[in-house]
């Protein structure tokens, strides 16, 4: 079991920065391939970014958005630059896990954070 607790929302104008922090417990974190994912009002929710050894990035946030990670203290921190309108959601923590004999993929999540880009 992985427990994950994020921190970091809140109100920015257009243009502005913000950093989210996700801290974990439970689990190998440093052979956890661990992510963010976001969900805005009516929208299904959708992929941010993901970090293991390379990282990868939804179309709509790079070259803005960097995802990184520190294993020695268990956390993985997405720093948001440039931020739009558009990135107006609800952030969540991710670490998706191959579980049991079959290695199938599990999905645990934090409780998220609201991020609200708006003038």
């Known amino acids: 079991q992985v427990q994950l607790v994020e921190s970091g929302g809140g109100l920015v104008q257009p243009g502005g920065s913000l950093t989210l922090s996700c801290a974990a417990s439970?689990?190998?974190?440093?052979?956890?391939?661990m992510g963010w994912y976001r969900q805005a009002p009516g929208n299904p929710r959708e992929l941010v970014a993901t970090?293991?050894?390379?990282?990868n990035y939804a179309d709509s946030v790079k070259g803005r958005f960097t995802i990184s990670r520190d294993n020695s203290k268990k956390t993985v921190t997405l720093q948001m630059n440039s931020l739009k309108r558009e990135d107006t959601a609800v952030y969540y923590c991710a670490a998706i896990v191959a579980e049991g004999p079959d290695r199938k993929i599990s999905y645990y999540w934090g409780q998220g954070t609201q991020v609200t880009v708006s003038s």
């Open positions: 439970g689990g190998d974190f440093s052979q956890t391939v």
């Open positions: 970090i293991a050894i390379t990282t």
